[in-house]
């Protein structure tokens, strides 16, 4: 008789836990987080933390052997903290530190410098400087040596981040949104790393891409080089919006900044069919759909929000407006508070799922570094928020549209000193350094001093551009069309500066 394994119907299961099913073939070969079982992760005392002890001896061979043309290109390549052995990182930086005092790196000078610092026991002593500057064959092999140990460090780095997450994930005290948005910015401090260690390139390597951007401006000539923004004397000054560049757009509070910014991505969606990417800190992805629709449709906003709406008039003007913008590659992400962190981290997948050419936010202040730094100072974390944005611009390539906000200094001055300033930037000087082009907006009716003066400036806009790396500044002339949410172009008269 076999024997009989089946539990009776009424024994209780161990630890109050219900027996397993017994899975299908399907279930049995799927993974087994996908077949809902937990996965323990255990540390293996067996395996090896990666590090590489011939090609950490190598590079400082090599840089014994040959510091005059060695330790300069170390400096570049790599750093103390990418050596996994602790006295070989006090080597290459007493070396480095050597060599940047013009003192001669040779064994006896080096010798004499860590005794004199009592590091010599540290690095092995004696006989192990002896036996590192004679274990490379020839200083040639520096470059080589030196890749084996960046690619080294880099592995330690994504264990220590993946394990850090792993702990995280665990714990369970952040969102699934912030775990993500962490691990994104922790692997793309990795990558950043190692592409600040990248070899300069010879300007032969540039001369093509210069010859093909002249190629191309003297094939357009005539024509805006970048996006247009469908301001004429905004794009004569820019020359359109080129890639890579930040362009600020600040103003007092109530000034239009916004409604601005969405005219610039109307005309830049319809006009040139771009792809553009809208981060929206302050307003709603709805709200924004409203604007853009009035706009398109040319029926006030004080009318749609009352329901005073003619149905056989104003109807069939949205309906034409909602499917020309259903045609545009307009792109809304309204999270509120993002950081910056992960802000880059959505605007790279909508720049490889949609292929935006174009980035607004609005606006910067809103914005947050997760940084130790920038929870000490506020003007510490504008800086690197700012620095961020400039860095998304380059990294992605496209124009970055950046809203802010101005300090009160425009409404502490009088007469014709109200008139907005670069330096009136709010908390950080950095924006107006990290910035490609700067735009001031001011509404010249807001600062009228008389219902008269009121009602003859009413309207009237200046786009003040007070930066522009690659062209000119001074003052393009636009109207307000209030009911519209809506900023025009307009022509200079007597009374533009």
């Known amino acids: 008789m076999p024997k009989n394994h089946s539990k009776p119907d009424d024994a209780p299961e161990p630890d109050g836990l219900t027996a397993p099913s017994v899975p299908s073939s399907d279930e049995a070969s799927a993974p087994a987080l996908q077949r809902g079982e937990r996965v323990a992760v255990s540390d293996d005392l067996n395996r090896v933390i990666p590090n590489s002890p011939e090609a950490e001896r190598g590079v400082l061979s090599c840089m014994m052997q040959d510091p005059a043309n060695t330790i300069g290109e170390a400096t570049i390549k790599i750093g103390a903290r990418q050596f996994y052995d602790k006295g070989r990182s006090i080597l ?25 610092r009592k590091l010599l026991e540290k690095v092995g002593g004696p006989a192990e400087l002896v036996n590192i500057m004679r274990y490379a064959p020839s200083a040639g092999q520096f470059s080589y040596y030196a890749k084996v140990l960046r690619n080294k460090f880099v592995l330690r780095q994504i264990i220590e981040t993946s394990q850090k997450t792993i702990e995280n994930c665990y714990e369970g005290q952040t969102t699934v949104d912030g775990l993500l948005d962490g691990y994104e910015a922790d692997v793309l401090a990795i990558r950043e790393g190692l592409e600040q260690k990248d070899e300069i390139k010879p300007i032969r390597d540039h001369l093509m891409d210069a010859i093909h951007q ?193 300090n009160r200094g425009p409404e502490t001055r009088t007469g014709s000193n109200n008139r907005p300033r670069v330096s009136d930037l709010r908390e950080s000087g950095s924006i107006e350094q990290d910035a490609d082009v700067v735009t001031l907006l001011m509404r010249e009716e807001y600062y009228a001093e008389s219902d ?32 519209l949410m809506r900023f025009e172009s307009r022509a200079r008269d007597e009374f533009d500066e």
């Open 214 to 406: 002249i190629e191309q401006l003297f094939t357009n000539k005539g024509k805006t080089a970048g996006i247009p923004s469908g301001y004429p004397d905004f794009d004569a000054m820019t020359n359109g919006m080129q890639a890579g560049q930040m362009i600020i757009i600040a103003a007092r509070p109530s000034m239009g900044k916004t409604s601005f910014a969405m005219n610039i991505v109307e005309n830049v969606a319809i006009g040139s069919k771009v792809a553009v990417g809208v981060f929206s800190l302050e307003m709603g992805a709805d709200q924004l759909t409203q604007r853009l629709l009035c706009s398109q449709a040319g029926i006030s906003m004080t009318k749609v929000m009352s329901g005073m709406l003619s149905e056989n008039r104003d109807f069939p003007r949205i309906q034409h407006a909602a499917a020309k913008l259903s045609e545009c590659k307009i792109y809304i992400d309204d999270t509120p508070s993002l950081s910056i962190m992960a802000l880059r981290a959505k605007a790279r997948r909508m720049k490889k799922q949609f292929g935006i050419e174009l980035i607004m936010i609005d606006y910067l202040q809103l914005m947050r570094s997760e940084s130790k730094k920038a929870q000490d100072s506020r003007q510490q974390e504008v800086a690197e928020i700012s620095q961020g944005v400039k860095a998304l611009a380059k990294e992605l390539r496209v124009p970055v549209i950046v809203l802010a906000q101005l």
């Open 92 to 116: 290459f930086a007493t070396m480095v530190e050597m060599y940047d005092s013009s003192l001669p790196v040779d064994i006896i000078s080096l010798t004499t410098v860590l005794k004199d």
């Open 452 to 483: 008269e003066e009121r009602e003859e400036k009413s309207g009237r806009s200046v786009l003040i551009v007070g930066k522009n790396r690659n062209g000119a500044t001074g003052d393009v002339p636009l109207t307000f069309r209030k009911e």
